[in-house]
């Protein structure tokens, strides 16, 4: 008999350890769950001004579609699928992609899961099977921007543009980098590295007066430098940048 109680003595404290441990492991899961959703809830809103891009006018329709938002233009041939930026509202880049769709290549702006491109890197692919150009074009900003490289190191793609980001890896596609000059939240270091994995072709400018936040419309950037340009007047140099891109590409 005292046998059988040392062994129930012995599967008590089993069962007593490997409560505690999923106690344990419960407690870690629901503290990072409150750390994370806390952390993606604190995100940039797109401010009041982005509102009035959704109404139709006879040279662009903004349409809402499976992965985000399209902008259909007076073009027809280049189309560009757009990644935002980290914690940003993706239709804060509203404004910027409607000035490309103007210049005729039609825009995707798609809408991330928690704001973090990190998590839907992959929704190019079901864009670029609904749709069909002669040439495609992916982006982004900041960690949108180095998500749509990652996209691209993968995928046949005409063209990669960078906005205020850089590449983590070998791309294959010609590549264009827009940054602010008073961008004090882009990593330089790391910026400058990226550049040697950019082909042979690529082309990076610097905006004068520049900086982070003015790419979208989602007010100031945490850390962010004070630009010397407006906003309109940054989002009108990185669309017309863009746009020589695009059409150089044509030539290629």
């Not at 900041?142 to 960078?162: C, N, P, Q, V």
């Not at 082309?203 to 419309?217: L, P």
Request: glycine fraction near 10%; charged fraction near 25%; aromatic fraction near 14%.
């Amino acid at each position: 008999m005292g046998e059988v109680r040392e062994n129930e003595t012995v599967s008590g404290e089993k069962r007593k350890k490997r409560r505690k441990l999923i106690i344990g492991l419960l407690l870690i899961f629901v503290l990072t769950s409150v750390i994370f959703f806390s952390y993606v809830s604190d995100y940039y809103e797109a401010d009041d001004e982005v509102r009035r891009y959704f109404d139709d006018t006879e040279m662009v329709k903004v349409e809402s579609v499976n992965e985000g938002l399209f902008l259909d233009g007076p073009g027809t041939a280049d189309a560009l699928i757009f990644y935002p930026g980290a914690k940003v509202e993706y239709i804060a880049y509203l404004p910027l992609l409607y000035r490309l769709s103007l210049y005729g290549i039609d825009c995707f702006l798609v809408e991330m899961p928690f704001n973090l491109a990190f998590f839907g890197r992959g929704k190019a692919s079901g864009i670029m099977q609904r749709y069909t150009y002669e040439k495609w074009y992916i982006g982004g900003h900041s960690l949108g921007g180095a998500m749509a490289a990652s996209y691209a190191t993968k995928h046949d793609l005409e063209g990669l543009i960078l906005l205020a980001s850089y590449p983590v890896g070998t791309v294959e596609e010609r590549t264009l980098e827009l940054y602010g000059s008073e961008d004090r939240v882009l990593n330089r270091r790391n910026r400058a590295s990226g550049d040697a994995f950019m082909p042979k072709g690529s082309v990076v400018k610097v905006i004068e007066g520049g900086n982070h936040a003015f790419f979208g419309n989602y007010g100031a950037q945490k850390g962010d430098g004070e630009a010397t340009i407006t906003r309109d007047e940054q989002q009108s140099y990185a669309a017309e940048a863009i746009r020589q891109f695009v059409f150089s590409c044509h030539d290629v």
